[in-house]
């Protein structure tokens, strides 16, 4: 039997949300993206004027050991379509989630 399928957009409701993991700090920080849309394949922080990429671990976190400093953060999210968002001023909230200010794309089909 063959199997078809395709990957669908959920009408997910509002923002994306960013987790701050236990213990982190502006000198090691791990982040979950959460209530995406769609699949999230990178997270990136802008830092020294361009984005450099979060390392995600098997646990569904993105994980910088070297931090970031002590924020606000400005993070670019990518998604399994190529549909990117950036979320500036995202403060550094350890155990918190912090709401960003946009969703990803839609995507029709």
């Not at 209530?35 to 995600?56: A, D, K, Q």
């Not at 671990?57 to 993070?75: D, I, L, M, R």
């Amino acid at each position: 039997m063959r199997v078809r399928w395709k990957l669908v957009s959920p009408g997910t409701r509002g923002p994306i949300r960013y987790r701050f993991k236990e213990g982190s700090s502006r000198w090691w920080t791990a982040i979950q993206v959460r209530n995406n849309r769609n699949p999230v394949v990178r997270l990136e922080v802008r830092r020294g004027g361009r984005f450099r990429s979060i390392p995600r671990k098997s646990y569904n976190y993105f994980v910088a050991a070297g931090g970031f400093g002590a924020g606000p953060y400005t993070f670019r999210v990518t998604d399994v379509h190529g549909s990117r968002l950036i979320d500036k001023r995202v403060p550094l909230r350890p155990t918190k989630v912090v709401s960003g200010r946009r969703q990803l794309a839609r995507r029709r089909l």
